[in-house]
């Protein structure tokens, strides 16, 4: 079942001056209630009320949030500089003025700055110079270790060179020495049988003798090949020797060698790092003082609005906004939202804005900012510091998109934020929605019959003072209710709908039954000039969906 007494204190909530005033307005009723209770007489004639119908017309209905906001540009620039204890020479511009991007806004004195720079390069182009020098240097450096490596190696590979030949020409001559003694070896024996064999024949004494002599001779010529023969053997080994040596000593120079050309080449690499390292240095020196030239020269990075202008020529600038740009083609309403509101808002939501400046016309905008995070906060206690309550605020930016030449930086906004809308659909008044027994949604519409402006329904027979009759308070009003009952049930008919949107004071139906045009019942009161009142609508088995009634429309 729907509580319409929710629903009213809800747009209670949304507009406080209203609550404030229903509580001076419901005191006030009281007291009222009591004057006519102590005046009125059992006696007093009935006053009851026609009965009450609207129109079940299309609308296009909308939720809406109330808040107020400030204009402020959409884009914005508070210019600043990085430049410190610089003198302003001259400020172009003043607040008001029109400005482009790339506009000179104003410039700062660069005369030591200029000097410095100039100091700044001259060091520059000698660190360059000298870094030149020592590079060529350690490049020459590396070309003299490798002409003298080149040098080393041509000398050493001879030096192999030669040793392998004098092992050749040993070997060589110590086969020829081991031939020529083994050839006096068997010469000495051949010698050696000889003699022996005159002797054991009994030779002659002189043919022993030159035989004798042959022998000594073979025997001395042995002798003779065979110490040629060891020394060959000993140059041999000798030449081995140099040669092992020579190609020991080239594979050392070798690596010595290398070495020494890897050396030069570190040389000249660490000679290059160096200078980089020496030039770093100098290079940030003249860029920073270049990038700090550049700075001395102020302009506007767009289009814009000037709107504050905080320093004048002469003064000294420490730190702080120069020169504020806004841009004044597109502005945004920045608004504070409570904390019971903002999860109803989001981006892309729909706002109607108002101004004083604008007057009664309505400019559209768009939420495009929603913060997740409370701007502020405010608390409340009772007395006697029994309860308190903090609240905290959401800000929230709305994009305007109706142009409006009207409107300036500053001026204050009230934002009808579009919760929910539908268009062109069929509503009647809050109140005429019910529910019958079975819970269904349900309005009661005359069926043939006339309205308010009317009067009596066709067919029913008047009652009461209309019929002429003169009754008296209780009695009165006793027998009137059923009457009404009865006449209103005669000329009405029930039609289930669906339910919709629903505002603070319309809310839409859906029904195949129902058409634009047709008169819904909604609730009376009747009462009487004594101490009886009565509320009355179709006794149809069901009831009222909540509590009061909505209230005036809102908006469109």
């Known amino acids: 079942m729907r509580n319409k007494q929710g629903k009213v204190w809800n747009f209670i909530k949304r507009h406080r001056k209203l609550e404030i005033s229903l509580v001076l307005i419901v005191a006030v009723g009281v007291v009222i209630v009591q004057v006519v209770s102590a005046m009125g ?11 009450q119908t609207a129109a079940v017309e299309r609308r296009d209905l909308m939720n809406t949030l109330s808040a107020t906001g400030t204009i402020e540009s959409q884009e914005q620039k508070e210019i600043s500089s990085t430049l410190q204890n610089y003198e302003v020479k001259t400020v172009n511009v003043a607040v008001g003025d029109q400005v482009q991007e790339g506009d000179v806004l104003l410039e700062f004195d660069s005369t030591d700055l200029e000097d410095s720079l100039q100091q700044a ?24 270790t490798k002409t003298n490596v080149e040098y080393q190696t041509q000398s050493d590979d001879q030096k192999v060179e030669n040793a392998e030949q004098n092992l050749d020409a040993a070997q060589s001559k110590a086969a020829d020495a081991a ?7 068997d010469d000495k024996n051949a010698k050696k049988t000889a003699l022996d064999e005159a002797t054991a024949a009994q030779a002659a004494q002189e043919e022993i003798e030159a035989l004798t002599k042959a022998y000594e001779e073979a025997s001395a010529a042995e002798q ?9 053997d000993n140059a041999v080994t000798t030449a081995q020797n140099n040669y092992d040596s020579a190609v020991t000593d080239r594979a050392k120079s070798y690596e010595s060698n290398v070495s020494s050309v890897e050396k030069q080449e570190d040389s ?15 290079e940030d020196s003249v860029q920073t003082y270049e990038e700090n030239l550049e700075k001395c020269t102020v302009t506007a990075p ?6 504050e202008v905080n320093v004048e020529a002469g003064d000294t600038y420490t730190s702080g906004t120069l020169v504020k740009i806004e841009d004044c083609a597109g502005f945004v309403v920045t608004a504070n939202i409570d904390e019971y509101d903002i999860s109803k808002i989001s981006q892309g939501m729909k706002v109607y804005i108002k101004t004083d400046a604008t007057g009664d016309e309505e400019l559209e905008g768009e939420v495009t900012f929603v913060s997740p995070v409370p701007v502020s906060s405010s608390s409340s206690g009772a007395s006697g510091g029994m309860t308190t309550s903090t609240d905290a605020s959401y800000e929230i930016k709305v994009s305007i998109l109706t142009p409006a030449e009207e409107l300036r930086i500053g001026m204050t906004a009230k934002l009808s934020i579009v919760l929910e809308s539908v268009e062109n659909v069929l509503a009647v008044p809050y109140d005429a929605v019910q529910q019958n027994a079975n819970g269904d949604s349900v309005i009661y519409v005359l069926d043939g019959g006339k309205g308010q402006d009317e009067g009596i329904p066709d067919g029913v027979e008047p009652e009461g003072a209309q019929a002429g009759e003169t009754q008296t308070g209780e009695t009165a009003g006793k027998q009137k209710a059923p009457a009404a009952d009865q006449s209103v049930q005669q000329n009405q008919r029930e039609i289930v709908v669906t339910t919709g949107l629903e505002t603070d004071y319309y809310i839409e ?43 005036m429309p809102m908006g469109r």
């Open 121 to 144: 390069r001259d060091e520059l182009s000698v660190a360059q110079a000298q870094n030149s020098l020592s590079l060529k240097s350690a490049q020459r450096d590396l070309e003299s």
């Open 509 to 551: 139906v859906q029904s195949d039954e129902l058409t634009e045009g047709m008169q819904v019942i909604t609730p009376t009161y009747s009462t009487t000039t004594g101490t009886n009142s009565s509320f009355s609508m179709p006794d149809m088995g069901g009831g009222m969906m909540g509590g009061g009634g909505g209230g």
């Open 41 to 51: 007489s059992k006696t007093a004639m009935p006053v009851d009320l026609p009965q």
């Open 179 to 185: 031939a020529r003694y083994q050839a006096a070896v």
């Open 268 to 282: 000249v690499t660490n000679q290059k790092l160096n200078n980089a390292t020496n030039l770093t240095k100098q």
């Open 224 to 232: 003779s090949a065979k110490d040629a023969s060891e020394s060959a």
């Open 302 to 307: 767009w289009a814009g609005t000037v709107t």
